[in-house]
T-cell receptor
């Protein structure tokens, strides 16, 4: 079974702190994704990566950066957390071949106070 | 760009069938997906259907695809309280990404 893990289920940070969210997958998937999920807004893609050290902006990259130094690990970084970044963050991975289904981690609920 | 649409809410009684509907816009989509999200959890892939199929059945789940109308549905037979969740349909877009619908919250009443 594909397993995608995220470093924390719940996280509380203060405004202005630097925040790291870690995601690890164990299926040698090429593609990895970071989404945020907010009520009424569905899933919105923040960044994705299709290879080590490669990254592409998604729909809402502002205020975020990412790092992919190893194939299995994709990190989301909030350089200076703000209250409007309070959200559920979901990581996913997929192969580079059809049917392209994405496998999700359990999510990290981040609260910025 | 692509836009995947779903109704927001569906309520059924335990034991009834549930039908969750989805419309998509990209007629060239090769696969279409259904995901389930339980409270406080990530998304779990339920099933997917290849675009050259009209129907796919997997135990209590039946997926119907109408390519002409760009309509996808998920039928859950004998719905149980454990089926209460948010259901997302999704289609692929450029770059092997997925576009998700807004999700349908299924509430199952005992």
């Amino acid at each position: 079974d594909v397993k995608v893990t995220q470093s924390s289920r719940y996280l509380v940070k203060r405004t202005g702190e630097k925040v790291f969210l870690e995601c690890v997958q164990d299926m040698d998937h090429e593609n990895m994704f970071w989404y945020r999920q907010d009520p009424g807004l569905g899933l919105r893609l923040i960044y994705f990566s299709y290879d080590v050290k490669m990254k592409e902006k998604g729909d809402i990259p502002e205020g975020y950066s990412v790092s992919r130094e190893k194939k299995e690990r994709f990190s989301l970084i909030l350089e200076s957390a703000s209250t409007n970044q309070t959200s559920m963050y979901l990581c996913a991975s997929s192969t580079g071949q059809g049917p392209y289904e994405q496998y999700f981690g359990p999510g990290t609920r981040l609260t910025v106070t | 760009g692509e836009d995947v649409e779903q109704s927001l809410f569906l309520s059924v009684r335990e034991g009834d069938s549930s039908v969750i509907n989805c419309t998509y816009t990209d007629s060239s989509s090769t696969y279409l997906y259904w995901y389930k999200q339980e409270p406080g959890a990530g998304l779990q892939l339920l099933t997917y259907i290849f675009s050259n199929m009209d129907m796919k059945q997997d135990q209590r789940l039946t997926v119907l695809l109408n390519k002409k109308d760009k309509h996808l549905s998920l039928r859950i037979a004998d719905t149980q309280t454990g089926d209460s969740a948010i259901y997302f349909c999704a289609e692929p877009n450029a770059g092997n990404m997925l576009t998700f619908g807004g999700g349908t919250r299924l509430m199952v009443k005992p």
